[in-house]
């Protein structure tokens, strides 16, 4: 099956998930879409965020793709029980594989999640969390500095330390927790700058390895794996800044590429009820 897999993205955060991917299933076929136009989507109202994915996830059905990753937090939150729902192809996204990478983590059972307000708004993660173990303490914490940061390119130096400082300072009061769930595709970027301000002691979870894990499971258990040996062609869209998008996309990926490509997407074809 060498239809690709399609990624979506409020912004250029879900790179980090594309990127696993890759590294896990180099045989696939990735086609990338990050709305960054209309980025973050954590301050957005359900219905916006909504809208904005089935829009985004139309563009990707008409690129006849064979699996949906919802690599973003908050479209996963509000979307991903109704895309499972309404699509024929495996759907995914990334808050339970986040959950279940943290559940292993933690010795205290005191877990930090950060992630955008819509996430957080969501008890997503808290749900996910006590759903596996009814013990886990949960401390939730929004930070909506950091996806605008990130977006703008500021990944590390002091400008990037104060405004983790400041958003973290919450969470630096509670000492008895071990595993901090990065619960924005965004975040993993900054981690660095995360892990300074919040401590070694602590052990940051991303969701991109547990996610891509699952992918490939979800593939072969429904024979959709790429046997092709032809090298994959990956595509990635954006609706906003090509030239940021493709600074930070190639500091991810650490190369250079040219199939890079600004995309308007319109009203979706397929809406939601």
Known sequence: MNQAIGVIDSGVGGLTVAHELMRQLPRENLIYL???LR?????????EVKQFTWEMVDFL???DIKMLVIACNTATAFTLNELQTQLSIPVIGVINPGARAAIKSTKHNHIGVIGTEGTIRSNAYTEALLGINANIQVSPLPCPLFVPMV???ILSGHKAEDIAA???EPLKAKNDIDTLILGCTH???IKDTIQTIIGSEVTLISS????AREASTILEFNDLLNGGRETPAHQFYTTGDMAMFAKITEGIFRESSDSFQSVMIEKAIISNP
């Open 34 to 36: 990050g709305d960054t």
């Open 39 to 47: 980025c973050p989507y954590g301050p957005r109202s359900e219905d």
């Open 61 to 63: 059905l008409h690129q």
């Open 151 to 153: 977006e703008q390119g």
């Open 166 to 168: 400041k958003s973290l």
């Open 187 to 189: 975040y993993p970027l």
């Open 208 to 211: 991109s390895e547990e996610t």
